[in-house]
Structures are given as C-alpha cells and as structure tokens.
C-alpha cells in the first residue's frame, strides 16, 4: 500500500503527494511560523506585527526588488551547482535529495515557493533578525536547513554560499522591507525547484 510513492527506473521512490495535502502542508508550516513569530514578537519586542513591514518603500517596490534579486540570486546559484565540484556533492544534502525526486506540479511549486517565503521570511528576517542580528539569523537559517556539512572544501563552500543567500535575504529585509525579503526567498524557491525538477525530465 504504497500508491503515493512511485518506484523510479532508477529503484528510487519518488515523493508524489497530492497538491491538495501539499497545500495543506504548506499552509500548516505556513501557520507555524506565524504562531512562532508571535510568540518571538510579543515576548521580546516592543512593537507588534504589523510594525515589522513597515518600510520607506511601497508595497509595489520591495515585490519588484525582491523578485528581481530572487531571480538573480537563484540564476548565480543555479550556474554554481551544476558545475564541479559542487554538482558531485549535492546528494549529501538531503532537501536536495527530497526535491528531485518529487513530483510536484507547477501550482504545488508555486504554493510552496510562496508560503515558504512569506512564512520563513517573517519568522527569521521579521521576528528573529532584529534581534539577533542578520549573521546569526543566517546562521541558524541555514542550520535548520541542513545546509552545513563539513566533508569537504565542497561542503564548505556550498554552506558558505547558502549563507551569503542567506545573509542577502536579510539585507533586503533591513533595507527595503520584509515583503521585499519575502517576495525574494519566493521567486527564488520556484525558479530553483523548477529547474532542479527540470533535470530529472
């Protein structure tokens, strides 16, 4: 009884959950770090919620900005793992190992390019980076993410540069506002899982 994951040519399963039960996920994970941020926010600020997206910049701007930096960034990170020795390392990271063997369509890429980035991006670059500072937000960001491995100067290097990832998330959020973070982390989600998942076509 093992209708949602499929066997591979290769004997490998493939994640393929139901883009109603990835939604869900998503907008569980999603409510998680809502409730987190909240709990961060009214303990250990003085402001409340809404005070975390304020910015000299519209709304129209940091969405601009951001998925402009999104692309970017995912276009300079993409070019770096398809190339040695980082493209031999990739299947130590087990969100890599997750991502090309799903089955996701384009509507469960984008939902979870979307909730991922507005839920992450205001529980660590909202609620935890002014308080912390943004290296050590990134440091715990990526941590979590499993993004640091010390087998190699491969390894090394791949966490650093999530980290740099990392760390520009949270300078778009000090400088041009959290939506711009948000909208950043999101473009840069979807363009990665659609041309990771492209490769395994």
Same mark, same amino acid.
């Given at each position: 009884?093992?209708?949602?994951?499929?066997?591979?040519?290769?004997?490998?399963?493939?994640?393929?959950?139901? %883009?109603?039960?990835?939604?869900?996920?998503?907008?569980?994970?999603?409510?998680?770090?809502?409730?987190?941020?909240?709990?961060?926010?009214?303990?250990?600020?003085?402001?409340?919620? %809404?005070?975390?997206?304020?910015?000299?910049?519209?709304?129209?701007?940091?969405?601009?900005?951001?998925?402009?930096?999104?692309?970017?960034?995912?276009?300079?990170?993409?070019?770096?793992?398809?190339?040695?020795?980082?493209?031999?390392?990739?299947?130590?990271?087990?969100?890599?190992?997750?991502? %090309?063997?799903?089955?996701?369509?384009?509507?469960?890429?984008?939902?979870?390019?979307? !909730?991922?980035?507005?839920?992450?991006?205001?529980? !660590?670059?909202?609620?935890?980076?002014?308080?912390?500072?943004? %290296?050590?937000?990134?440091?715990?960001?990526?941590?979590?993410?499993?993004?640091?491995?010390?087998?190699?100067?491969?390894?090394?290097?791949?966490?650093?540069?999530?980290?740099?990832?990392?760390?520009?998330?949270?300078?778009?959020?000090?400088?041009?506002?959290?939506?711009?973070?948000?909208?950043?982390?999101?473009?840069?989600?979807?363009?990665?899982?659609?041309?990771?998942?492209?490769?395994?076509?």
């Amino acid at each position: 009884m093992n209708e949602s994951i499929p066997e591979q040519s290769d004997g490998k399963k493939a994640l393929s959950l139901s %883009t109603g039960k990835l939604l869900i996920w998503s907008i569980v994970s999603a409510n998680i770090y809502m409730f987190l941020s909240l709990l961060i926010i009214k303990y250990w600020h003085d402001g409340w919620l %809404t005070d975390l997206f304020i910015s000299d910049f519209s709304v129209w701007i940091q969405i601009g900005v951001g998925a402009g930096a999104g692309a970017l960034t995912a276009a300079v990170i993409y070019f770096i793992i398809n190339r040695q020795p980082i493209s031999g390392i990739l299947d130590d990271f087990t969100i890599f190992q997750a991502l %090309t063997e799903a089955k996701f369509s384009f509507f469960d890429r984008a939902q979870i390019s979307f !909730f991922a980035g507005a839920g992450e991006e205001l529980l !660590f670059r909202g609620a935890i980076q002014p308080l912390l500072g943004n %290296t050590v937000t990134s440091i715990i960001f990526i941590g979590i993410h499993g993004y640091f491995k010390f087998k190699s100067p491969a390894h090394i290097f791949f966490g650093v540069m999530m980290f740099g990832l990392s760390f520009t998330l949270g300078l778009l959020s000090q400088h041009i506002g959290l939506i711009a973070a948000m909208a950043a982390h999101a473009v840069y989600d979807l363009v990665m899982l659609q041309v990771i998942q492209g490769k395994k076509k």
